[in-house]
Protein backbone atom coordinates (compact mmCIF):
# COMPACT_ATOMS: atom_id res chain seq x y z
CA UNK A 1 0.00 0.00 0.00
CA UNK A 2 2.52 2.23 0.58
CA UNK A 3 4.50 1.65 -2.74
CA UNK A 4 1.01 2.44 -4.28
CA UNK A 5 1.25 5.98 -2.68
CA UNK A 6 4.60 6.43 -3.30
CA UNK A 7 4.00 6.21 -6.33
CA UNK A 8 1.14 8.56 -6.52
CA UNK A 9 2.57 11.30 -4.36
CA UNK A 10 5.67 11.14 -7.43
CA UNK A 11 3.45 11.33 -9.97
CA UNK A 12 1.06 14.32 -8.38
CA UNK A 13 4.86 15.95 -7.44
CA UNK A 14 5.72 15.66 -11.35
CA UNK A 15 2.22 17.51 -12.34
CA UNK A 16 2.68 20.20 -9.68
CA UNK A 17 6.78 20.97 -10.56
CA UNK A 18 5.56 21.28 -14.37
CA UNK A 19 2.37 23.40 -13.95
CA UNK A 20 5.22 25.46 -11.31
CA UNK A 21 7.22 25.52 -14.49
CA UNK A 22 5.42 26.69 -17.28
CA UNK A 23 4.60 30.92 -17.49
CA UNK A 24 0.80 30.32 -15.76
CA UNK A 25 1.22 32.00 -12.73
CA UNK A 26 -2.85 31.45 -11.94
CA UNK A 27 -3.66 28.42 -9.43
CA UNK A 28 -6.90 26.73 -10.20
CA UNK A 29 -9.22 24.27 -8.65
CA UNK A 30 -7.36 21.65 -10.19
CA UNK A 31 -3.77 22.50 -8.24
CA UNK A 32 -5.75 23.21 -5.48
CA UNK A 33 -7.29 19.70 -5.51
CA UNK A 34 -3.70 18.38 -6.49
CA UNK A 35 -2.09 19.99 -4.04
CA UNK A 36 -4.93 19.02 -1.13
CA UNK A 37 -4.36 15.30 -2.75
CA UNK A 38 -0.74 15.46 -2.20
CA UNK A 39 -0.57 17.34 1.60
CA UNK A 40 -2.83 14.09 2.00
CA UNK A 41 -0.65 11.41 0.45
CA UNK A 42 2.48 12.99 2.37
CA UNK A 43 0.61 12.89 5.36
CA UNK A 44 -0.58 8.90 4.82
CA UNK A 45 3.65 8.80 4.43
CA UNK A 46 4.25 10.21 7.41
CA UNK A 47 1.92 8.61 10.28
CA UNK A 48 3.02 4.96 9.03
CA UNK A 49 4.74 4.65 12.52
CA UNK A 50 2.18 6.85 14.70
CA UNK A 51 -0.09 4.28 16.61
CA UNK A 52 -2.62 7.22 17.73
CA UNK A 53 -4.68 9.45 15.84
CA UNK A 54 -3.94 12.65 14.58
CA UNK A 55 -6.77 15.62 14.30
CA UNK A 56 -7.28 18.88 13.38
CA UNK A 57 -5.47 20.62 11.05
CA UNK A 58 -2.25 20.39 12.86
CA UNK A 59 -2.24 16.75 11.87
CA UNK A 60 0.69 17.55 8.91
CA UNK A 61 2.68 19.41 10.76
CA UNK A 62 3.00 16.92 13.67
CA UNK A 63 3.19 13.95 11.54
CA UNK A 64 5.61 15.48 9.67
CA UNK A 65 7.38 16.41 12.73
CA UNK A 66 7.23 12.57 14.03
CA UNK A 67 8.97 11.58 10.33
CA UNK A 68 12.10 14.14 10.53
CA UNK A 69 12.73 12.88 14.54
CA UNK A 70 12.45 9.60 12.95
CA UNK A 71 15.11 9.94 10.20
CA UNK A 72 17.03 11.59 12.46
CA UNK A 73 17.62 8.99 15.44
CA UNK A 74 17.83 6.19 12.74
CA UNK A 75 20.76 8.09 11.49
CA UNK A 76 22.38 9.72 14.63
CA UNK A 77 20.97 7.09 17.38
CA UNK A 78 19.80 8.24 20.76
CA UNK A 79 21.70 8.71 23.89
CA UNK A 80 22.02 5.63 26.00
CA UNK A 81 20.19 3.24 23.33
CA UNK A 82 21.83 1.14 20.62
CA UNK A 83 21.34 2.53 17.81
CA UNK A 84 21.80 -1.33 15.73
CA UNK A 85 19.02 -1.86 17.53
CA UNK A 86 16.74 1.22 16.66
CA UNK A 87 17.55 0.76 12.82
CA UNK A 88 16.82 -3.11 12.99
CA UNK A 89 13.54 -2.68 15.15
CA UNK A 90 12.48 1.03 13.83
CA UNK A 91 10.34 3.70 16.35
CA UNK A 92 6.57 4.05 16.93
CA UNK A 93 5.30 6.99 18.30
CA UNK A 94 2.15 5.42 20.84
CA UNK A 95 0.11 7.92 22.96
CA UNK A 96 2.34 7.83 26.27
CA UNK A 97 5.56 6.72 24.56
CA UNK A 98 8.20 6.29 22.10
CA UNK A 99 9.13 3.05 21.35
CA UNK A 100 11.68 0.89 19.70
CA UNK A 101 9.84 -1.56 18.47
CA UNK A 102 6.34 -1.91 16.45
CA UNK A 103 3.93 -1.03 19.44
CA UNK A 104 3.29 0.31 22.79
CA UNK A 105 5.11 -3.23 24.39
CA UNK A 106 8.84 -2.93 23.30
CA UNK A 107 11.65 -1.14 24.83
CA UNK A 108 11.11 2.81 25.43
CA UNK A 109 12.76 5.22 23.96
CA UNK A 110 11.05 7.74 26.38
CA UNK A 111 7.77 8.19 28.11
CA UNK A 112 5.23 10.92 28.24
CA UNK A 113 2.06 11.90 30.39
CA UNK A 114 0.00 12.47 27.94
CA UNK A 115 -0.04 13.05 23.30
CA UNK A 116 0.45 16.59 23.88
CA UNK A 117 3.80 16.07 26.24
CA UNK A 118 4.81 13.03 23.27
CA UNK A 119 4.42 15.90 20.32
CA UNK A 120 6.03 19.02 22.42
CA UNK A 121 9.16 16.80 23.33
CA UNK A 122 9.31 15.91 19.19
CA UNK A 123 8.76 19.37 18.35
CA UNK A 124 11.63 21.05 20.59
CA UNK A 125 14.25 17.96 20.09
CA UNK A 126 13.59 18.58 15.78
CA UNK A 127 14.30 22.63 17.20
CA UNK A 128 17.40 21.89 19.28
CA UNK A 129 18.95 20.12 16.62
CA UNK A 130 18.26 22.43 13.79
CA UNK A 131 16.01 19.75 11.98
CA UNK A 132 13.11 22.31 11.06
Given at each position: ?18 R ?26 N ?28 K ?25 G ?31
Open positions: MLNKTQKRLNEVNKILDYRKSNNPTIDEIDIDLIKERNDLQFKLKENINFRLTCNNKYYYANQCKIFTNHILHGYPYKDIKRIKENGITFNKYSINIYNQHCEDLKRFNSKDELLGFVIGYNCANGLN
